[in-house]
């Protein structure tokens, strides 16, 4: 099974994601925003976190728009995996691959530290913990607040599509939304780091789970 | 040609910042202010015979996130 990992200048969780990848047994390869084509066989894109482009404009906006994004697209349109962690998952939503958008923290500041999850939709990457397990991850966002219109909230909450809610929502996310799926529930969008909770080094491994259930989920696939 | 962009939140979408601002006004004495929202402006130099067309585009694929921003196209 096949990983690559996108590079935009300003990226800063690549090598976090890759690593996460390739202890789960993925084969993963980093590629730059500016190629135009993934390489063959990718079964699963990351979108790493970090701040690409200089958060310039919108968090995420740039790179959602850079050279790579249309071999991205094309990855997600032929059903292929994508996962977007933080900065990830602003630019999986600038991009349109995702519904809604992440303003600025309600409380205007900058966070960084674990926070409690509770984990809910199912799919290859939620499957692992089971719906309802609770969980700790690290977050470090100043735009992680979830915002979509209610009509949209209504439709995620209805289709399952939540993975991942806060259980203490420390950034006024609405519905106390941590992560989404897609429609077809092979595009999770994230802003807690699972990568950076992924071995015993890291002082918590609760993320170590979604890496390697997916894995086995795409191995088995 | 020039042309400026105005891009503001949408009604309805929460803004921390405009808030923020608001309260500072308050504590600084002044009085009466009801609200406030921070939006942006860019000002766009472009080649002669750009129709707003093509500048509304923009705004579109990129300078707006029309999820929750609007936007205005004044040209100059």
């Not at chain 2, 923020?20 to 600084?28: C, D, N, P």
Request: aromatic share 6%.
């Amino acid at each position: 099974m096949r990983a690559a990992v996108i590079v935009y200048p300003g990226s800063n969780c690549d090598r976090d994601m890759e690593v996460a990848f390739a202890r789960a047994g993925l084969d993963v390869t980093r590629v730059w925003h500016k190629d135009t084509t993934l390489p063959a066989g990718i079964d699963i894109v990351g979108v790493p976190g970090g701040f690409s482009f200089g958060d310039y404009l919108r968090c995420g906006a740039i790179a959602a728009n850079a050279p790579i994004s249309g071999a991205l697209r094309d990855h997600a349109a032929r059903g292929g995996y994508v996962l977007g962690v933080c900065n990830g998952f602003q630019v999986l939503t600038e991009a349109g691959l995702l519904p809604g958008a992440l303003l600025r923290n309600a409380g205007l500041k900058y966070i960084c530290r674990t926070v409690g999850l509770r984990v809910e939709g199912a799919s290859v990457y939620t499957d692992g913990y089971g719906a309802g397990t609770e969980i700790a991850l690290p977050i470090a966002h100043h735009d992680g607040n979830y915002f979509a219109d209610p009509a949209t909230l209504d439709t995620l909450e209805g289709e399952g599509r939540v993975a991942v809610r806060y259980t203490d929502n420390p950034n006024g996310s609405a519905r106390d939304i941590a992560g989404i799926l897609s429609e077809n529930r092979r595009v999770l969008g994230m802003m807690p780091h699972p990568e950076r909770a992924a071995e015993p080094a890291h002082g918590n491994t609760d993320g170590a789970r979604l890496f390697a259930h997916l894995t086995t989920a795409l191995t088995a696939a | 040609m020039k042309a400026r962009v105005h891009v503001m939140l949408k009604d309805g979408v929460l803004d921390p910042q405009g808030e923020a601002v608001r309260h500072a006004l308050g504590s600084l004495g002044f009085e009466g202010v009801n609200g406030v929202r921070q939006g942006k402006v860019i000002e766009l130099d472009l080649a002669d015979g750009t129709t707003e067309d093509q500048i509304a585009a923009m705004c579109e694929k990129l300078l707006a996130n029309t999820v929750i921003e609007s936007y205005r196209i004044e040209t100059l």
